[in-house]
């Protein structure tokens, strides 16, 4: 979070936070959170852009939380 939120870092994905795996779990409809090797590999795709790809991740895994109206 250091490299992302105070060192504006534009490539960091954090595979070890639970909030960017459970909202890659919603975002592809699987049925168990991506363990952080899997959420890595998948990842390489989106370099270098992977800090955008969390901050959408956390959003997603927020809005998973909330009941739909």
Known sequence: ????FQLG???VLP???FGV???FMHAFKLDA???PRELSAYG???APHRTTAAWYLW???DR???PAK
């Open 9 to 11: 870092r534009p490539d």
């Open 33 to 35: 959170q991506p363990t």
């Open 64 to 66: 998973a939380k909330k």
């Open 59 to 61: 959003r997603i895994a």
């Open 1 to 4: 979070m250091l490299l992302i």
């Open 44 to 46: 390489e795709r989106w």
């Open 21 to 23: 795996r459970q909202g």
């Open 15 to 17: 595979v070890d936070d």
